[in-house]
């Protein structure tokens, strides 16, 4: 599945972009807000998240991205496009737009909404940055829309030849969006193959995370 293949998974804590170091009460209120995240008690974390110390102490963007979080936990379709629309018409830094945009293309894709797929991936081949080298998550994007929503099977040669110089961990992605090339082409065969591959190499890789 399309969340499996762009290997970009919610994690509620490792993936929010906070910037600059926290006082003891930040801390406090990021563990209090993130423990109600965990355990899935919606009711305390929104009672949390109006508090007035938490939209003080708590960036604005990270408090709409634990926001999308709790969303996403609790799969209410209409706040997790919401906040996806509202942060399309905000300016993020490199870091916030990468986590945003590609858990975007990521959500969108596994919806089949392709006019938000479009814009999101955009969005990603826009993304620059002198620190990282982000080609290849950019080609992965691409090539998830391609075959996912244009169903395009023209880089079939060129996917079974690059997952042969790749570790078998890292191999998934890749393998999942050949096993539906092969469904595009009608070979089911190869298709379920390369299916069960992805599942045991993308298993593998998140046993090791």
Same mark, same amino acid.
């Given at each position: 599945m399309p969340r499996e293949v762009l290997m970009v998974i919610l994690v509620i804590v490792s993936t929010l972009v906070i910037q600059g170091g926290f006082m003891l009460m930040q801390r406090r209120l990021i563990d209090q807000v993130t423990g109600a995240l965990m355990k899935? +008690?919606?009711?305390? /974390? +929104?009672?949390l998240m109006e508090k007035k110390t938490?939209?003080?102490?708590?960036a604005p /963007?990270?408090? +709409?991205? =634990?926001?999308l979080n709790r969303y996403s936990l609790a799969g209410d379709t209409d706040k997790i496009i919401e906040c996806y629309d509202q942060f399309a018409q905000r300016r993020l830094t490199y870091g916030q737009a990468k986590e945003?945009? =590609?858990s975007a293309f990521d959500y969108f894709l596994s919806r089949g909404d392709k006019q938000r797929c479009q814009l999101f991936r955009d969005r990603i081949n826009d993304l620059t940055s002198k620190k990282e080298n982000i080609d290849g998550i950019?080609?992965?994007v691409n090539d998830s829309?391609?075959?996912? @929503?244009?169903?395009?099977? +023209? !880089? @079939?040669?060129? @996917?079974?030849?690059?997952?042969?110089d790749l570790p078998e961990t890292?191999?998934?992605?890749?393998?999942? !969006?050949?096993?539906?090339?092969?469904e595009n082409l009608g070979n089911r065969k190869k298709a379920e193959e390369y299916h069960k591959l992805s599942e045991e190499h993308m298993k593998a890789f998140l046993t090791r995370q």
């Open positions: 899935q +008690d919606y009711e305390k /974390f +929104d009672r938490v939209k003080y102490l708590i /963007f990270n408090q +709409d991205y =634990l926001k945003v945009y =590609l950019k080609e992965i829309y391609d075959v996912y @929503l244009d169903h395009k099977t +023209d !880089m @079939l040669e060129r @996917l079974l030849k690059q997952i042969e890292h191999r998934g992605a890749k393998e999942a !969006m050949i096993a539906k090339i092969y």
